[in-house]
């Protein structure tokens, strides 16, 4: 049993076709722009959450996070498995951190595997070496983070170092493991070609990487702290012009990979 906050059905950027998305709660970063801050604490949470009627505002509170067994999971990703067969699609674990809650992860990407579901994990790669090991042979794609180079400046914006998540990169790259890396872009402070050319350079070292994912910044979750009573650190961050994403997708095409902004 674990707690999940939210099933996406139709999710088409949480890796290869049509998708059903699962996000699993609690995450040990605290990443400035996160877009699911409802995914960082581990337990179950209450919402409030503020609707509109003929002029008057009422509030509702809400739980957010579940407690579920993996045969609830597994129904529902039952109801969706034409769409996800027909288009290519599969299953990903996302969060928060899926990590996070580990034994959970494994039963749900086994229990997946064996329906014939392809399984993907969407994850930041802080986490314990041994908890990757566990999923590895149950996990058909890793979604993987990389959201800087410079660890203090990655320390600054996360609340973690990168070397555990580097550390693991490499360890799912000899493995053999299907790996794509989504960047998170944001202006001024991870998009200097100083980090890029970083970025490329530490890619190269590792064996072969399917897909980089541009993940440019948007402040559409920044709404979702006020229900939590949660202050957002980026209230002034702009958003990238389509030029500077192409200046990026560039250099990492100029390298050799292949590249999708999302």
Known sequence: MGIVFNIQRFAVQDGPGIRTTVFLKGCPLSCWWCHNPEGMDPKPQRMVRKRTLRGRVFEEEEEVGKEMEVAEVLSILHRERVVMEESGGGVTFSGGEPLMQPDFLRDLLKAARNEGFHTAVDTSGFAPAKHLEQ??????????????????????????????????????????????????????????EKNINETILFLKSLYEIEQIDLLPYHPTGQSKYQRFGLKYRLPEQEEMTEEEINRVDRLFKKAGFRTKPL
């Open 135 to 192: 999923i590895l042979p149950f996990t058909s794609l890793f979604l993987y983070d990389i959201k800087g180079m410079d660890d203090r400046i990655h320390k600054q914006y996360t609340g973690v170092s990168n070397q555990v998540i580097l550390e693991n990169l490499k360890f799912l790259s000899e493995s053999g493991s299907r790996i794509q890396i989504r960047i998170p872009l944001l202006k001024g402070i991870n998009d200097s």
